[in-house]
């Protein structure tokens, strides 16, 4: 006690310009999308910044060493056996413009078949009032079962296997102070619940949607504090002028807007072709056998 008054400097290592904590909510989310493809996503810096302002919270995975306790010679002796990685979890806001429901179905449509060739995309504005079902168990159990017969509908549902497995490169989690920031890398995620917003006519708040994810691995990038680019600095920073950068964010805003919202408030404008339709059926992903390509109709060469 009698040193650290003595020393009137002894504090100085509490003072807020010397090891400032970091806040919770100084940060933002990157995607990286499988460039393999891009056919399917939109993988542009302003699509990716459009849709990580519209991340709520994102919850970094937590890391656990599995690990064995064994004994030699009746000394305790604990034994590494592995590393796995929790689950992120993320929290996005739902906008009339629909960014984060396109993105997911354009997930769910990719992997699977179930959501596709449901519904026709309509005249304008109006909606398919019959959207096409499945087969009733009393049909699909009476047609013969062939191999690769037009009887049986190979595009009605299951799992879509393609090339590539994965939709999403990584996501990245910086968190900043002071313009410099350290970054998490999530490598391969893999969506495992999607859970919309519930209907509440008891609350006008925002409606969200919970996403959570599975990990193939994870690191952290290995520059601490590094100065953060422009482009960063424009979504984070209200005074920080950047030419042609966020205006072409805004301007690409405000075409994805015009899509949906017009002057007579939100409209239903955009088609999502991704999922195909009864007359325009988006059939699943050709599998090589061989040197021939396994498709709907038959193997061809």
Not at 11 to 40: C, L, M, S, W, Y
Not at 118 to 127: E, F, P, S, V
Not at 184 to 209: A, H, K, M, N, V
Request: glycine share 6%; aromatic share 12%; hydrophobic share 35%.
């Amino acid at each position: 006690m009698s040193t650290y008054f003595r020393n009137w400097r002894n504090a100085d290592r509490f003072k807020p310009n010397i090891t400032p904590p970091r806040q919770k909510f100084q940060g933002f989310v990157e995607f990286h999308f499988n460039p393999a493809i891009a056919e399917v996503i939109d993988n542009s810096s302003a699509f990716r910044s459009q849709i990580s302002t519209l991340v709520q919270t994102a919850k970094i995975p937590e890391i656990t060493f599995q690990t064995t306790v064994k004994r030699q010679y009746n000394h305790r002796r604990i034994v590494q056996t592995g590393v796995d990685y929790g689950p992120c979890s993320i929290t996005v806001v739902d906008t009339v413009a629909n960014e984060w429901l396109t993105l997911f179905m354009k997930y769910f449509a990719f992997q699977y078949n179930d959501p596709r060739n449901r519904t026709d995309t309509g005249n304008g504005n109006l909606r398919d009032p019959e959207p096409k079902q499945w087969e009733t168990n009393a049909i699909s159990t009476t047609k013969p079962s062939e191999f690769m017969a037009e009887s049986y509908n190979s595009n009605d549902a299951g799992l879509d296997i393609h090339n590539e497995t994965h939709f999403i490169d990584s996501i990245r989690i910086i968190n900043y102070h002071g313009g410099r920031g350290v970054e998490y890398i999530l490598f391969r995620p893999q969506i495992t619940s999607f859970t919309p917003e519930t209907l509440d006519y008891s609350d006008s708040g925002f409606r969200t949607f919970d996403i959570d994810f599975e990990i193939e691995s994870m690191t952290v990038n290995q520059k601490f504090n590094f100065e953060l680019e422009d482009t960063d600095l424009v979504r984070l920073e209200q005074n920080v002028s950047v030419d042609g950068i966020l205006s072409d964010l805004v301007d690409n805003w405000i075409e994805a807007g015009k899509e949906s919202v017009g002057i007579q408030g939100a409209k239903n404008t955009r088609n999502n072709q991704f999922l195909g339709s009864p007359a325009k059926a988006r059939n699943r992903a050709e599998q090589p056998i061989g040197g021939m390509q396994l498709t709907e109709k038959g193997p061809t060469a």
